[in-house]
């Protein structure tokens, strides 16, 4: 697979200069560069699903029956993560209406989450789906480069441990689930099925204490190389010139995001008692699955930084399209 063999080129050069999780962001990289550049790299998605289910496997095992008081003091975080959506997703489509998108493409190329249903609900409403799924994306793949550095410089951190963590290799036995748990995730249509079955499944064991799996350093690696290099493949066909374009407008609307969201982080990091940077990531405007990689290669309370990336695609599932249909007949009119 030429999307690996590249990512794997990334992820060395990365490893060789000491750079944050070195796994995900060299394949990223890489990746995104080649397939700018015309490229044909692509993880095959059936293959893409299986590290994702591994992926929700290892976030479900950090549920413990320990985690339940914890629970109490979640829905002060879920109220004030649904206000800082609904104003950073307002700031960020004010800014693409200045780009020239029509109102459809910019509220549904700002939404931070869901990025299939975004797309096709926009493109259903009479958005640009080109439009959105490029701004969707680079969104994401912004998301992910900027945070780990910014926590490596702020906090101080050893590139070394911003590495993908694992230790002794427990339960493995929970792997032999993803071949049931994925399909069932898609027969009871779970949004990312591929992700949350396992994760679900997981939890459940480990809440009851029947296993949480636990993968050692070079699984985790190998799970990020996989992971990272399917996001870098997405931009297949951008030229250089329409890239960079795109790549401003989509950093402005980031930055926009990250700054009301970044607030919000603060209120939650103060009301709840949750380390900053944990409430950064979890409000952060990425995917669950891409935001959940990184918590679990940092090591920051992935289970928190789920449930509420969680939260908020669920929200945006039942809000979407009332809101499509909205602007649809506001379009009409």
Not at 6 to 20: E, H, S, Y
Not at 131 to 156: G, N, Y
Not at 173 to 185: Q, V, Y
Request: glycine letters at 10%; a positive charge.
């Amino acid at each position: 697979m030429r999307s690996l063999a590249v990512g794997a080129v990334g992820g060395g050069l990365f490893q060789l200069t000491g750079l944050p999780l070195a796994w995900m962001l060299g394949p990223l990289i890489a990746n995104l560069v080649i397939s700018a550049r015309g490229v044909d790299v692509r993880v095959p998605e059936r293959f893409r699903q299986v590290f994702l289910g591994m992926l929700g496997l290892v976030l479900g095992s950090q549920v413990t029956p320990q985690l339940a008081h914890r629970v109490l003091d979640w829905p002060v975080s879920a109220g004030l993560l649904l206000v800082g959506v609904a104003l950073s997703t307002s700031l960020a489509a004010a800014w693409y209406r200045r780009c020239g998108f029509d109102p459809v493409s910019a509220w549904f190329a700002s939404a931070p989450g869901a990025m299939t249903a975004m797309i096709l609900l926009g493109d259903k409403v009479g958005g640009d789906p080109q439009r959105i799924a490029i701004a969707q994306s680079l969104r994401v793949v912004m998301v992910i480069l900027l945070l780990p550095p910014l926590f490596w410089v702020f906090e101080d951190a050893d590139a070394s441990a911003m590495a993908a963590r694992g230790g002794p290799a427990r339960d493995l036995w929970l792997l032999l689930a993803l071949p049931l748990a994925i399909p069932l995730g898609r027969l009871l249509r779970l949004p990312t099925p591929a992700l949350l079955a396992p994760l679900l499944l997981a939890a459940a064991f480990g809440v009851a204490g029947l296993g949480n799996l636990n993968l050692p350093s070079w699984a985790m690696n190998g799970m990020l190389w996989v992971l990272g290099s399917s996001i870098g493949a997405r931009f297949k066909g951008l030229t250089g010139k329409r890239l960079g374009r795109y790549a401003w407008q989509a950093g402005v609307a980031t930055a926009l995001a990250l700054a009301v969201l970044g607030v919000f982080a603060e209120l939650i990091h103060q009301s709840v008692d949750v380390p900053l940077d944990v409430a950064l990531l979890a409000l952060a405007p990425g995917g669950i699955g891409e935001m959940a990689i990184v918590a679990v290669a940092l090591g920051l309370d992935p289970v928190f930084v789920a449930f509420h990336h969680l939260l908020r695609m669920v929200a945006l599932m039942i809000v979407a399209p009332f809101w499509a249909r909205y602007l649809g007949r506001r379009s009409r009119n």
